[in-house]
């Protein structure tokens, strides 16, 4: 029988991806979201893509009862899950600087309350969402999985702590195992189009700005900074195509299966692009003009940051494949055919069904 798994913030940007990988893989998802930052369009695209119904509950991690209501489903209809993906929690910076404890209660507390569910309920594998941002400044480059934890913002911490909270929860024992992806800076979309990035407000990240700029729905690119000490002044960062992540979800999940105890992997393609050469790369890969100036540098920023990617490689089998121009390519089809990303859609499904 196919294995099920619970995926919580499934209908983000990085789980509806990895939705489709997993089917695609053989694996049953189900879903727990509470749409905070999401609508149920996305999965209905990701049903497309697959071909496959997805099993969707609208509930907060946070919520015990939420929670008991998804496993005691699973139990009742079948088996129960043979492990959890845990994407669901806030992720923007400058937001976790100005409101911590509703981060540290949604990311820490969401956590805590997914881990008590899974003991009742006899689950001991997670895959757990982490970030490159716990390394904080870097004392070498590229960041290999033994430097330093040590971040620089709320979002950070609650990465950190959430970390530490599953290293504790899967050294007990009792053959449990937590598997913690540090992602880089997943850009790009699915080939199809169909599912990509969408954020709800002005982007923070850089490239769903540069794909906003492309599209007409923004004026121009920020860049933060000229004068770091990089190859033209500008940030370098390791971005990865979400789909190669989605990719490293299904060996983190097959990992598990196989292994006991706590680890810790990061996900990126261990080269360094700066912020010009991405928005070259953009404008040559689809011939959409993006226009920039330079503004000063963002507080808290580095002049760069990429991935030590062979323990990844090693252990978990998983190599990013794919390039920058597969990331520019890919997510302007999602831009370019979705300018106003879900809602659009949503809307008129709404109003079919009314
Ligand atoms: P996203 O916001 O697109 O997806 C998160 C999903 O979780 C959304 O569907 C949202 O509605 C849901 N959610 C939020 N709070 C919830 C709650 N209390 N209960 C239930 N569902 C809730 O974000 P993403 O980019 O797909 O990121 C997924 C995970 O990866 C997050 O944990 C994020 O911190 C982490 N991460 C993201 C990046 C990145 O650059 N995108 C980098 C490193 C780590
Ligand atoms: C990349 C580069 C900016 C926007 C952040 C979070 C991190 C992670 C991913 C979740 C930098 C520059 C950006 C713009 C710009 N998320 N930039 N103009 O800073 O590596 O990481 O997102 O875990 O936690 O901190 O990514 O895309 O924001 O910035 O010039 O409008 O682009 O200064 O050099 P970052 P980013």
């Known amino acids: 029988m196919n294995k099920r798994l619970l995926v919580t913030g499934g209908a983000g940007y990085i789980g509806t991806h990895t939705l489709v990988e997993l089917i695609e893989n053989g694996f049953s998802p189900v879903v727990l979201d509470n749409f905070s930052n999401s609508c149920p369009e996305s999965i209905r695209r990701v049903e ?22 998804v496993f005691d489903h699973a139990k009742a209809t079948g088996e129960i899950f043979d ?25 820490v507390g969401g956590t805590l309350a997914l881990l008590k569910a899974m003991d009742t309920y006899g689950v001991r594998n997670i895959v757990f969402s982490s970030s490159a941002t ?10 290999d999985e033994g430097h330093p ?41 699915h080939p199809s189009g169909r599912i990509g990035e ?36 500008t940030g370098v960062r ?34 360094g692009t700066s912020v010009l050469e991405l928005k070259h790369a953009f404008e040559q890969a689809t011939q959409a003009a993006v226009r920039h100036e330079f503004k000063a540098r963002r507080p808290g920023d580095i002049a760069a940051a990429f991935a030590s990617v062979q323990l990844a ?22 831009q370019s055919s979705n ?16």
Request: charged share 20%.
């Open 339 to 354: 300018p106003d990303g879900y809602t659009a859609f949503a809307e008129s499904a709404d109003q079919r069904n009314t």
């Open 238 to 271: 390791d971005y990865v195509h979400v789909v190669d992540l989605a990719c490293g979800h299904v060996k983190a999940v097959e990992f598990g299966f196989t292994s006991e105890g706590f680890s810790a992997f990061n996900l990126g393609t261990g080269k």
């Open 198 to 233: 969408d954020p709800r407000d002005t982007p923070n990240n850089l490239f769903p700005f540069i794909t906003q700029v492309a599209v007409g729905k923004r004026p121009f690119l920020s860049v933060f900074g000229n004068d770091y000490d990089t190859v033209d002044g």
């Open 313 to 334: 490689e090693q252990s978990l089998g998983w190599r990013a494949k794919k390039s920058i121009d597969d990331m520019c390519i890919d997510g302007w089809r999602w």
């Open 48 to 69: 497309e893509i697959t071909g496959s119904k997805i099993e969707v509950f609208e509930g907060d991690i946070c919520s015990s009862s939420d929670l008991a209501a």
């Open 83 to 107: 492990a959890v993906i845990h994407f669901a929690g806030l992720k923007a910076v400058g937001e976790s600087v100005a409101q911590p404890l509703r981060y540290y209660e949604t990311n």
């Open 149 to 189: 934890i040590s971040p620089t913002n709320p979002y950070g911490w609650t990465k950190a702590i959430s970390e530490r909270v599953l290293e504790d929860w899967a050294n007990t024992g009792e053959g449990r195992s937590a598997v913690c992806l540090r992602y880089f800076n997943p850009i790009g979309a």
């Open 134 to 143: 716990v390394y904080g400044v870097p004392i070498r480059l590229p960041y």
